[in-house]
């Protein structure tokens, strides 16, 4: 299962480098995909309209989304296509791997402890 805030930093890191998307547009958008999406891990194309179809194609060429079709035989003999839409659920943890501005991390070992007051690891009273 792809969850939302995965994907939308996996769309924030994708688009441009990081840097054609905010991350308030890739929420937006990982929204919009997974409503599609629902819990099943593919789709079918058929469900798209154009300007989603548009959108899905995006994420096809950043590496999100990915097709595949099957082929089947009808009672009649004629063979039909049916197109999915799916989750690249690897290259989605790849990209959530990348730094991004908003994912500063702090080192918590540049932390100077001797500079704290000697309370500080004080508990307070309990007051009931």
């Not at 990081?18 to 593919?42: C, I, P, S, T």
């Not at 540049?110 to 009931?128: G, I, K, N, V």
């Amino acid at each position: 299962m792809i969850y939302l805030n995965d994907l939308t930093t996996a769309i924030e890191n994708s688009i441009n480098g990081g840097n054609g998307l905010d991350r308030e547009q890739a929420y937006d958008l990982a929204q919009h995909v997974l409503n599609f999406f629902g819990y099943d891990d593919r789709i079918i194309d058929n469900v798209l309209e154009p300007e989603d179809r548009d959108a899905f194609y995006m994420l096809e060429d950043a590496r999100i989304l990915f097709t595949e079709r099957e082929e089947i035989t009808l009672y009649d003999g004629r063979e039909w296509r049916i197109h999915y839409w799916l989750f690249d659920k690897d290259r989605i943890a790849e990209l959530m791997e990348l730094a991004s501005p908003m994912k500063e991390q702090r080192d918590v070992s540049d932390f100077d402890y001797d500079s704290l007051p000697s309370d500080a690891w004080d508990r307070a009273p309990r007051t009931e």
